[in-house]
């Protein structure tokens, strides 16, 4: 079976049945409200929101929403999630039960931060590196 390919996140949103149209826009939201700067964008066929980079991706299953941060930010947040499914990089929320957004809020937030020093930790390393090199 060839999987659907969107262009917009509205789109992809669209292909469900209402109740999870609603909780798909309310995990939406409240990336965006933790993250207004971030692009919304399809990447690997399903929702995604980038930042220097992706930053999180979302999908609807038959029986949860898959929520894909960072393998560092579910580390980060082991023991708030220990009552959902979870893998390297994925947090499964189960469908009958409502949206954790406080904690989905919180994950965004500390996966930009981690970002943001990753970049400023590379900038850095690449100064040091370059004020080194010898040159003629």
Request: net charge positive; no cysteine.
């Given at each position: 079976m060839q999987r659907r390919r969107f262009n917009t996140i509205d789109q992809y949103?669209?292909?469900f049945p209402k109740n999870i149209r609603?909780?798909?826009?309310?995990?939406?939201?409240?990336?965006?409200?933790?993250?207004?700067?971030?692009?919304?964008?399809?990447?690997?066929l399903i929702p995604t929101f980038r930042l220097n980079g992706n930053l999180v991706h979302f999908a609807a299953f038959k029986n949860h929403i898959g929520f894909f941060p960072t393998s560092s930010a579910i580390r980060a947040f082991r023991k708030?999630?220990?009552?959902y499914e979870l893998s390297k990089g994925t947090i499964r929320?189960?469908?009958?039960?409502?949206?954790p957004l406080s904690l989905v809020s919180r994950i965004v937030n500390n996966t930009i931060l981690h970002k943001k020093s990753s970049v400023i930790n590379h900038d850095l390393l690449n100064k040091s590196l370059s004020s080194k090199l010898y040159s003629p």
């Amino acid at each position: 079976m060839q999987r659907r390919r969107f262009n917009t996140i509205d789109q992809y949103v669209e292909t469900f049945p209402k109740n999870i149209r609603d909780i798909l826009q309310d995990l939406r939201k409240t990336i965006r409200k933790a993250a207004p700067q971030a692009e919304e964008t399809i990447s690997y066929l399903i929702p995604t929101f980038r930042l220097n980079g992706n930053l999180v991706h979302f999908a609807a299953f038959k029986n949860h929403i898959g929520f894909f941060p960072t393998s560092s930010a579910i580390r980060a947040f082991r023991k708030d999630l220990s009552r959902y499914e979870l893998s390297k990089g994925t947090i499964r929320f189960p469908l009958d039960k409502p949206l954790p957004l406080s904690l989905v809020s919180r994950i965004v937030n500390n996966t930009i931060l981690h970002k943001k020093s990753s970049v400023i930790n590379h900038d850095l390393l690449n100064k040091s590196l370059s004020s080194k090199l010898y040159s003629p």
